[in-house]
């Protein structure tokens, strides 16, 4: 400060005495031309004679010698007030937290301090190169493992030797001279002293900030973390340091490497195990041969189709069924409940080296987190993958009733909720060992399991009891007549179905399950299997940001069965538009195929919008089943055509033809042509006192068919099929029945 008084108090007098020179030879021309001088002449002034050559050389040279001086005498302004500042926030913040190591540190880095900016403060306002002094002190000091950020001179405290290594200082030498700017630091100490870059500071700013290092430690050890985290970024002359000591600081708070299982790309991106991804991954191959396909799913197993665990693998012989999974279908056939055996896969971690691509399935994983914006997904440990084209097929969870929820932990440990082959598995067990199984809910699943259940209590000496609210089996679906009909079959296979039950609370007490009805009635009970209904999976939609269908459940998706442009949706969780129907969500069987078929023939390129109308089926045992399509609803009006029933018009033998035991598998491929009655067959009256061995039920809605049920009569859906798609109006529907051959010996 003071050497810039005393050189303006030198050349101030000069300055204003070239001006008056300037000024007395200005008016002599003007008086010996007798005009006066334009204002452009005004500033060519000299301290030297009128018309010499290098007249306005010192007046320059004076002028950027007066702002050079202005500014340099504000740059040390400024940096004193800074330093000043951080001394002083320094000693605030030490007060309260500091301990006693802590503080000897502190004073003795800030009289190091001291002495270090009065060797070093005249140099750097000219010559950048002199702040290596300033840079080289570092070497007295050695800051401990987790403070990389940090300048030299705060690390007194710990005496570790590795932080006394150049790479710190040579960024702060390279950055002084470029950037001489002290409004970032300014900002930063108080509020993230740990985050701050100080290599792209000047020499004289990173003095000031060697003080905020002890505070910084003493205050909270996880900040060294991030520290860790940006010393990659903040400087690549110290890199390789900073990488040695942050891993270990890093790795507790997020661990980012991926297990070696898991493959870090997968241009096809399946999430869930079931029918639908499989589906898709099928179709994928098919239309792409050399497509790499990654399926992650929750369970252990790989894809498998579900209808057997409640039907086929009931009635197995082979005890070792259970273990095996293998049965024979109602034809006698014999086959797995896999679609594929394990030999069909590639391993994960060989999905990006195998020649032609491949399937491949990484089990007992769980997509827990979506970024569609990324494209990439995080797993349950912690695992990321990428993709360029993703499909959802989560399917759904099992419902349970409120009353068992809520009812403790002894009720739930003796409550299966039936969906996966380990329920199949326990279930198959627990049949085997207590003597009364209740199960509640009267829909697919619920009677099928009564039926299966049924056949087998009279061989273990098994009580079984289904109850569900409504008056009969599948009341929601069939027509009353024939839900009491099925009613009347279920309980011949040794079932007590309770009807118009209600169930009001569970208890257990004296090793017995209580179930207390609404109206009164008591039911003791080993074991309880709930039966009703599925729960779509939706929890992605959150973080992918997905839209949710309010009224049915699941990802709304168009035609094409995009949530996304490169996002796909299909079976259960899918809420997809019919364009005869309107909006529906369909969880069966064949919608799973013929959904995650046109997925993945769409994620290939296809764009293919969703026009087929799936069909679902259930078998009361070998001897009576059903196969529908469209929307089967018992609320709406219903009209019936029934025959009577020959040995050929059971499950049994419907398999026997087909040689599948998933009949959609064979049925989705048939089309029919045009439809045309049989008129040699005369059909005999609707109902045949109540004997509906075979026939055809039509749901109607507003005059026009959007349902069919086909009652033991098989491998005509092609047929129902065609029918709503042409959403005509029928005036005799006995006529439409004839299509069906249903009249047929």
Same mark, same amino acid.
């Given at each position: 400060?003071?050497?810039?008084?005393?050189?303006?108090?030198?050349?101030?007098?000069?300055?204003?005495?070239?001006?008056?020179?300037?000024?007395?030879?200005?008016?002599?021309?003007?008086?010996?031309?007798?005009?006066?001088?334009?204002?452009?002449?005004?500033?060519?002034?000299?301290?030297?004679?009128?018309?010499?050559?290098?007249?306005?050389?010192?007046? &320059?040279?004076?002028?950027?010698?007066?702002?050079?001086? =202005?500014?340099?005498?504000?740059?040390?302004?400024?940096?004193?007030?800074?330093?000043?500042?951080?001394?002083?926030?320094?000693? %605030?913040?030490?007060?309260?937290?500091?301990?006693?190591?802590?503080?000897?540190?502190?004073?003795?880095?800030?009289?190091?301090?001291?002495?270090?900016?009065?060797?070093?403060?005249?140099?750097? +306002?000219?010559?950048?190169?002199?702040?290596?002094?300033?840079?080289? $002190?570092?070497?007295?000091?050695?800051?401990?493992?987790?403070?990389?950020?940090?300048?030299?001179?705060?690390?007194?405290?710990?005496?570790?030797?590795?932080?006394?290594?150049?790479?710190?200082?040579?960024?702060?030498?390279?950055?002084?001279?470029?950037?001489?700017?002290?409004?970032?630091?300014?900002?930063?100490?108080?509020?993230?002293?740990?985050?701050?870059?100080?290599? =792209?500071?000047?020499?004289? !700013?990173?003095?000031?900030?060697?003080?905020?290092?002890?505070?910084?430690?003493?205050?909270?050890?996880?900040?060294?973390?991030? %520290?860790?985290? *940006?010393?990659?970024?903040?400087?690549?002359?110290?890199?390789?340091?900073?990488?040695?000591?942050?891993?270990?600081?890093?790795?507790?708070?997020?661990?980012?490497?991926?297990?070696?299982? !898991?493959?870090? *790309?997968?241009?096809?991106?399946?999430?869930?195990?079931?029918? =639908?991804?499989? =589906?898709?991954?099928?179709?994928?191959?098919?239309?792409?041969?050399?497509?790499?396909?990654?399926?992650?799913?929750?369970?252990?197993?790989?894809?498998?189709?579900?209808?057997?665990? +409640?039907?086929?693998?009931?009635?197995?012989?082979?005890?070792?069924?259970?273990?095996?999974?293998?049965?024979?279908?109602?034809?006698?056939?014999?086959?797995?409940?896999?679609?594929?055996?394990?030999?069909?896969?590639?391993?994960?971690?060989?999905?990006?080296?195998?020649?032609?691509?491949?399937?491949?399935?990484?089990?007992?994983?769980?997509?827990?987190?979506?970024?569609?914006?990324?494209?990439?997904?995080?797993?349950?440990? #912690?695992?990321?993958?990428?993709?360029?084209?993703?499909?959802?097929?989560?399917?759904?969870?099992?419902?349970?009733?409120?009353?068992?929820?809520?009812?403790? $932990?002894?009720?739930?440990?003796?409550?299966?909720?039936?969906?996966? %082959?380990?329920?199949?598995?326990?279930?198959?067990?627990?049949?085997?060992?207590?003597?009364?199984?209740?199960?509640?809910?009267?829909?697919?699943?619920?009677?099928?399991?009564?039926?299966?259940?049924?056949?087998?209590?009279?061989?273990?000496?098994?009580?079984?009891?289904?109850?569900?609210?409504?008056?009969?089996?599948?009341?929601?679906?069939?027509?009353?007549?024939?839900?009491?009909?099925?009613?009347?079959?279920?309980?011949?296979?040794?079932?007590?179905?309770?009807?118009?039950?209600?169930?009001?609370?569970?208890?257990?007490?004296?090793?017995?399950?209580?179930?207390?009805?609404?109206?009164?009635?008591?039911?003791?009970?080993? *074991?309880?299997?709930?039966?009703?209904?599925?729960?779509?999976?939706?929890?992605?939609?959150?973080?992918?940001?997905?839209?949710?269908?309010?009224?049915?459940?699941? &990802?709304?998706?168009?035609?094409?069965?995009?949530?996304?442009?490169?996002?796909?949706?299909?079976?259960?969780?899918?809420?997809?538009?019919?364009?005869?129907?309107?909006?529906?969500?369909?969880?069966? *069987?064949?919608?799973?195929?013929?959904?995650?078929?046109?997925?993945?023939?769409?994620?290939?390129?296809?764009?293919?919008?969703?026009?087929?109308?799936?069909?679902?089926?259930?078998?009361?045992?070998?001897?009576? #089943? &059903?196969?529908?399509?469209?929307?089967?609803?018992?609320?709406?009006?219903?009209?019936?055509?029934?025959?009577?029933?020959?040995?050929?018009?059971?499950?049994?033998?419907?398999?026997?033809?087909?040689?599948?035991? %998933?009949?959609?598998?064979? $049925?989705?491929?048939?089309?029919?042509?045009?439809?045309?009655?049989?008129?040699?067959?005369?059909?005999?009256?609707?109902?045949? $006192?109540?004997?509906?061995?075979?026939? !055809?039920?039509?749901?109607?809605?507003?005059?026009?068919?959007?349902?069919?049920?086909?009652?033991?009569?098989?491998?005509?859906?092609?047929?129902?099929?065609?029918?709503?798609?042409?959403?005509?109006?029928?005036?005799?529907?006995?006529?439409?029945?004839?299509?069906?051959?249903?009249?047929?010996?």
């Amino acid at each position: 400060m003071f050497k810039c008084k005393t050189v303006w108090n030198k050349l101030a007098p000069l300055a204003r005495a070239s001006s008056m020179l300037c000024l007395q030879n200005a008016r002599k021309s003007a008086l010996r031309h007798g005009r006066r001088l334009e204002m452009v002449q005004k500033a060519q002034m000299s301290s030297g004679p009128a018309g010499g050559g290098g007249e306005n050389t010192l007046y &320059y040279v004076l002028i950027g010698a007066t702002c050079l001086g =202005a500014g340099v005498y504000a740059y040390r302004t400024v940096s004193g007030d800074k330093e000043r500042y951080n001394e002083r926030m320094i000693e %605030i913040a030490s007060r309260p937290k500091q301990e006693p190591q802590a503080a000897e540190a502190v004073v003795g880095a800030e009289s190091k301090e001291d002495a270090a900016p009065l060797e070093s403060i005249p140099e750097p +306002s000219l010559e950048p190169v002199k702040s290596e002094p300033v840079a080289e $002190e570092p070497t007295l000091t050695e800051p401990p493992a987790e403070e990389l950020l940090v300048t030299e001179a705060v690390v007194e405290s710990t005496e570790t030797e590795p932080v006394a290594e150049a790479p710190v200082t040579e960024p702060i030498v390279e950055a002084s001279i470029p950037e001489p700017t002290v409004e970032s630091p300014i900002r930063e100490p108080v509020v993230e002293a740990s985050v701050t870059e100080p290599v =792209a500071e000047a020499p004289a !700013v990173a003095q000031s900030e060697e003080p905020l290092a002890p505070v910084v430690e003493s205050e909270t050890e996880p900040t060294p973390v991030i %520290i860790a985290e *940006h010393v990659p970024e903040a400087s690549s002359v110290s890199e390789s340091a900073a990488d040695s000591k942050a891993a270990p600081a890093a790795e507790p708070v997020e661990p980012t490497a991926a297990p070696s299982d !898991v493959p870090e *790309h997968a241009p096809y991106l399946l999430i869930g195990g079931g029918t =639908a991804s499989f =589906a898709a991954a099928r179709s994928i191959r098919a239309r792409d041969p050399g497509a790499r396909v990654l399926i992650v799913t929750e369970e252990s197993d790989l894809p498998y189709m579900r209808p057997p665990l +409640s039907k086929e693998l009931w009635f197995s012989d082979d005890p070792k069924a259970i273990e095996t999974l293998r049965f024979k279908q109602w034809n006698g056939k014999e086959r797995s409940i896999y679609f594929q055996p394990p030999s069909f896969y590639v391993s994960p971690t060989d999905l990006d080296k195998v020649e032609n691509g491949g399937v491949a399935v990484l089990t007992g994983r769980k997509v827990v987190h979506m970024d569609v914006r990324g494209n990439k997904v995080k797993l349950s440990d #912690g695992a990321e993958i990428s993709y360029e084209k993703c499909l959802i097929a989560t399917g759904g969870v099992p419902r349970n009733l409120q009353v068992i929820d809520r009812a403790g $932990e002894e009720v739930m440990k003796r409550t299966t909720l039936f969906r996966k %082959i380990e329920d199949f598995r326990s279930l198959e067990k627990m049949s085997r060992e207590v003597k009364s199984i209740t199960i509640i809910g009267g829909g697919f699943l619920g009677s099928e399991l009564a039926c299966a259940l049924g056949r087998r209590s009279t061989d273990v000496g098994l009580e079984v009891i289904q109850m569900f609210p409504e008056k009969g089996n599948m009341g929601k679906v069939l027509p009353e007549y024939l839900s009491n009909w099925t009613t009347e079959k279920v309980r011949k296979e040794g079932v007590s179905v309770i009807t118009d039950a209600v169930v009001k609370n569970v208890t257990y007490k004296n090793d017995k399950l209580e179930i207390k009805l609404k109206d009164g009635r008591l039911f003791k009970t080993d *074991h309880i299997v709930a039966a009703v209904g599925l729960e779509p999976s939706m929890e992605l939609a959150k973080s992918a940001g997905l839209e949710v269908d309010s009224d049915f459940g699941g &990802y709304r998706v168009n035609a094409e069965l995009q949530a996304r442009s490169n996002i796909w949706v299909a079976g259960d969780a899918a809420c997809f538009y019919d364009i005869n129907l309107g909006r529906r969500r369909v969880e069966h *069987h064949d919608h799973a195929v013929v959904s995650g078929r046109l997925a993945g023939e769409n994620m290939t390129g296809a764009s293919k919008p969703y026009w087929h109308q799936s069909m679902f089926w259930s078998d009361l045992g070998p001897d009576v #089943g &059903y196969e529908a399509i469209g929307i089967v609803d018992s609320s709406l009006p219903t009209v019936g055509v029934f025959a009577k029933a020959t040995a050929k018009d059971t499950p049994k033998a419907a398999t026997e033809q087909s040689g599948t035991g %998933i009949r959609s598998e064979s $049925e989705t491929e048939a089309v029919a042509g045009a439809l045309k009655a049989e008129t040699t067959a005369t059909p005999p009256p609707i109902q045949q $006192e109540e004997d509906y061995g075979k026939g !055809v039920i039509f749901y109607l809605r507003d005059q026009v068919v959007v349902g069919i049920v086909l009652w033991n009569v098989f491998n005509r859906m092609p047929i129902a099929r065609k029918i709503i798609k042409d959403g005509e109006q029928h005036a005799d529907l006995n006529e439409v029945a004839k299509l069906f051959n249903i009249h047929e010996d």
